[in-house]
């Protein structure tokens, strides 16, 4: 057993930090990008596929140069550190696991994604629909050799800019079941579409369509099963993404603990907050690490995969949750100023939660994926 | 012991219910609990009606125009009010600056400044703390020369809440620098349309103008705008603590919030089933709830041994540390609650009259943007560090 990153994964790393930094030091603060048009930046997000972030996410069976548990870590802990809003987890992550766990695909279609020429979206969630993977109510309508999708999805990342959408619809069986539903391709053009940024500065939209003509990439058990995938490839990517965050707010309060004084000396050398920053310092090393047990059985069977997951993303939930908290908390009102970095990390650590399934979701599934 | 409210106070009860039904308007409680932006005259229109009423100043004696309730009364008014969705009693004229007046003020402060306070005529600010000075409050810089009939103030206040909305600032500043910090400071009323004086908005992490810089070069203040003796002021700002702090733990406000709470886990739905029935997101609730009647009875323990004449410095630490506590976690359970809705956020829904269709519910929308502001609670007024400091330091004696 080791944990160290291979020269050329340390060497990834290093590349991307800098293309990252070097970009999103420009602005005054991450919101600065994605209120324009597209919600990101279109040349930005070239520059990130030609430095191979994003064939970084995919395997070499499919044209890629990664794609493993480790690459995934690797890219989102930085899309973590640095605020990223460009669709690395909405047409990198999440259309790219669902177009892989589809039959036929044919990888000219993730070469469009990995080279940056086309953006995809993926949609999934409806407005009421909490994290229930299966509960879907958009229907598709099979008619001779044709299917037709009626319905609305909400909180599509990305959704308003991106050139398809895949999304899941149901053809038969209520609305919770497992079987009768697939994954199909919609274009954006046929939807009505309502673009919003986010609280925590990212852009999402809600899409309604109706009879809107769609591909079908798969659908029944197998359209299950790549849900299953893209949902899992999303949390885990969101569980490495909060890592990063969640480090940046610690160095950025110790950096300030040390500065700040009140009472004559830096309120660092309170014993009290002191103590605070070390049960901070813990959950970190102990989210990362979970993080890093998911990231060495990302190819593992699917139980253990899932589960460990789960473990992660439950616990990128709650330390998440505490790290955003005592971070603003040991500033003092400082971090209340919309100026003051800090609360667009805090907001990100929070709002992962609320993205593919919050800590109490992947509690019950962790439990279920471990048989008890 | 006894629990139960009396016939007369449940009375009273409803002479507040018939009385908010009929003169709050529908307007601004729609505002309030749409959490949208308030304006001056929100404000201000509530407050003139308490005040023609005669309840505006709920915790004055009656020789100066207050209720003279019981604290038990005050209690269920504070309840009433939040329930009915009216905006806050704007505090800083009526329960910082009234109450220091009376105790420390001289009569003509008394005969000028209470009736103004009382008929809404004056808009108070606080003006305590400064860029280096928020814990350490003692180690204040804003500083005021001795000139003559008047002092010459330079400085910088910080973080005053509503002072764009203000024409008066009551401020610490510094009269001696050549003793202890705290014999130093000075309590003075300052107006805001002084020479020399700006006030720059700053905006919160939810995007949000409350909070503001007020920058003071050169302010000329009249002598007689001195509150007390000079070098005293650090005596009046801390009788504040020791002065009854009833309402520090917000128990009507964490009260409504968690029936908003439970309303909101019935409507929402995790796998086909209400969450309110959900065992693990209920058994959060119900754990608030048992947090949040434990400490209205703590806070009630609280006020009563202060009707009895004791100053429950202690208490009041504790109560705000709790409340502060009670009202995060609800605020965490609310947007937690709604799961993938926290995520939009749309500005322009906080406007007045903003009718358009909302995404997800309606009461989805300030959720996560109130559990963000809601970090503030735990850091005005005396951190909940610094109310730690001081329990320990007035209680164990070690
Ligand atoms: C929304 C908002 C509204 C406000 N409104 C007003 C207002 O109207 N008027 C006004 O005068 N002020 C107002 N304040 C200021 C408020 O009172 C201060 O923010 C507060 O006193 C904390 O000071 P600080 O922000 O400078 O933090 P600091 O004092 O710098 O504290 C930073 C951190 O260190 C901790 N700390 C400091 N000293 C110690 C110690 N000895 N032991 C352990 N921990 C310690 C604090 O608890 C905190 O966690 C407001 C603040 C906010 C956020």
Known sequence: MHFNLSEERKML??????????????????????????????KFWQECSEIGMLSALISPNFNGLGGTGEDIMIVFELIGKHLVVEPFLSSGILSITSLINSKDIETSVLDEISSASKIYAFGHSEVDTRYDETYIKTKANYKNDAVFLTGQKSFVLNGDFADKIICTARFSGNDFDQNGFGLYEIDKTHCDIRSYNTIDG????????SEIPAKE???????????????????????????GAMQVCFNMTLEYLKTREQFGKPIGSFQALQHRMVDVMIEIEQAKSAVMLAAGTYEADKDTKYKNISAAKNLVGRSGKLVAEECIQLHGGIAMTWEYNLHNYAK??????????????????????SNY | ????????????????????SENLSQRISNKVKKFQRLDKNDYEEFMKALSAKGWLAVNWPKEHGGTGWSNTQKHIFEEEIVKAGAPRIVPFGLNMLGPVLMEFGNEEQKKYYL?????????????????????????LKTKAVDNGDHYIVNGQKTWTTLGQFANKIFCLVKTDSNCKPQNGISFLLIDIDSHGIEVRPIITLDGEHEVNEVWLKDVKVPKENLLGEENKGWTYAKYLLTHERTGIAGVPNSKSAINHLKVIANKTYKNGIPLIQDPLFSSQIAELEIDLKAMEIFNLRAISSAESGKAPVMESSLLKIKGSIIRQKTSDLLRKAIGPQA?????????????????????????????????KISIYGGSNEIQKNIVAKSEFRM
């Not at chain 1, 800098?18 to 990008?33: A, F, G």
């Not at chain 1, 992962?352 to 399934?357: S, T, V």
């Not at chain 2, 500005?347 to 970090?375: H, V």
Request: aromatic letters at 14%; a negative charge; one cysteine or more.
């Open chain 1, 13 to 42: 790393k290093e590349s991307c930090d800098r293309l990252l930094n070097d970009h999103y030091t420009q602005y005054k603060n991450h919101h600065e990008v994605s209120s324009s048009e597209t919600g990101f930046n279109k």
């Open chain 1, 202 to 209: 990212y852009r999402a939209a809600e899409l309604k369509f």
């Open chain 1, 217 to 243: 990439l798969c659908k029944n058990s197998d359209a299950y099963n790549a849900l299953l995938e893209t949902l899992y490839a999303g949390a885990f990517a969101l569980s490495a993404e909060s890592i």
């Open chain 1, 348 to 369: 990100r650590l929070i709002m992962i939660d609320h993205l593919m399934g919050d800590s109490d979701h992947h509690l019950e599934k962790f439990k279920l994926y």
């Open chain 2, 1 to 20: 012991m006894d629990f139960n409210f009396t016939q007369n106070e449940n009375d009273f009860r409803q002479e507040i219910k018939d009385w908010l």
């Open chain 2, 115 to 139: 009736p103004r306070i009382l008929n809404c005529d004056d808009w108070w600010a606080q003006g305590y703390s400064e860029p280096g000075s928020g814990s350490d409050l003692a180690s």
């Open chain 2, 343 to 375: 995520l939009p956020y749309i500005s322009e829904q906080f406007d007045e009259g903003w009718n358009q269709e909302t995404i997800g519910p309606e009461y989805a929308g300030p959720l996560a943007k109130q559990y963000f502001i809601y970090r």
